[in-house]
């Protein structure tokens, strides 16, 4: 059965870090594109980091760069989101998800394979 699962989430100040782990059972993470998006109230679901599953090259959203990081850890089959300089507009639901034929990175409609999703809320 395929599955992803996050956790990692929390309530945390501003300027706070969390680090989100992702971990996938019944395939292999190191044959996907992985990505991690998000999902604040009355809006969209968000491309924020994803890695690629060719050359390993990443892209993360202009509202991140700088402060948060996705890394892979394939012995682990876990995929991470460091998160630093937390921002109360960081608040949202994030997920994690694997693709495996993604042409453009961090389009949701691009992965196949979807985790629950943990609540980061960023607030004093």
């Known amino acids: 059965q395929v599955q992803l699962v996050e956790s990692g989430g929390d309530l945390v100040q501003p300027g706070g870090s969390l680090r989100l782990s992702c971990v996938a059972s019944?395939?292999?993470?190191?044959?996907?594109?992985i990505g991690w998006f998000r999902q604040a109230p009355g809006k969209e679901r968000e491309g924020v980091s994803c890695?690629?599953?060719?050359?390993?090259?990443?892209y993360s959203a202009n509202s991140v760069k700088g402060r948060f990081t996705i890394s892979r850890d394939n012995a682990k089959n876990t995929v991470y989101l460091q998160m630093n300089s937390l921002k109360p507009e960081d608040t949202a639901v994030y997920y994690c998800?694997?693709?495996?034929?993604?042409?453009?990175?961090?389009?949701?409609?691009?992965?196949?394979?979807w985790g629950q999703g943990t609540q980061v809320t960023v607030s004093s």
């Open positions: 998800a694997a693709g495996f034929r993604v042409q453009a990175m961090c389009v949701p409609q691009e992965y196949d394979y």
């Open positions: 890695i690629s599953r060719l050359d390993g090259s990443t």
């Open positions: 019944g395939f292999t993470l190191d044959y996907y594109a």
